[in-house]
């Protein structure tokens, strides 16, 4: 059974940094990437950021490019979201996710809160 645990979230002050886990279990992949999104309150749940496993690719989205970065440890199977600078902008809770071998994102973590305060 496929299995993502997000944690790392929390309250921030604007200006501040957090940094979110995604431990993923459970499946064997040729190929795959973790995927960050977000959602908001009242909004649609937005990409932010994916790291491919194999050959390391990392890609933003617009909104979080030179603020956010995405990282791994293949040995813990994790990955990781390094934001800094957080706007209020940046508030929502955020999911990790599991794109095997360019299928789509398939399976999804429970999601974490964050909350920055302006």
């Known amino acids: 059974e496929v299995q993502l645990q997000a944690s790392g979230g929390g309250l921030v002050q604007a200006g501040g940094s957090l940094r979110l886990s995604c431990a993923a279990s459970g499946f064997t992949f040729d190929d795959y990437a973790i995927g960050w999104f977000r959602q908001a309150p009242g909004k649609e749940r937005e990409y932010v950021a994916d790291i491919s496993w194999r050959n390391n690719r990392k890609r933003y989205a617009d909104s979080v490019k030179g603020r956010f970065t995405v990282s791994r440890v293949n040995a813990e199977n994790t990955a990781y979201l390094q934001m800094n600078s957080l706007k209020p902008e940046d508030t929502a809770f955020y999911y990790c996710?599991?794109?095997?071998?360019?299928?789509?994102?398939?399976?999804w973590g429970q999601g974490t809160q964050v909350t920055v305060s302006s």
């Open positions: 996710a599991v794109n095997p071998n360019g299928r789509g994102y398939e399976f």
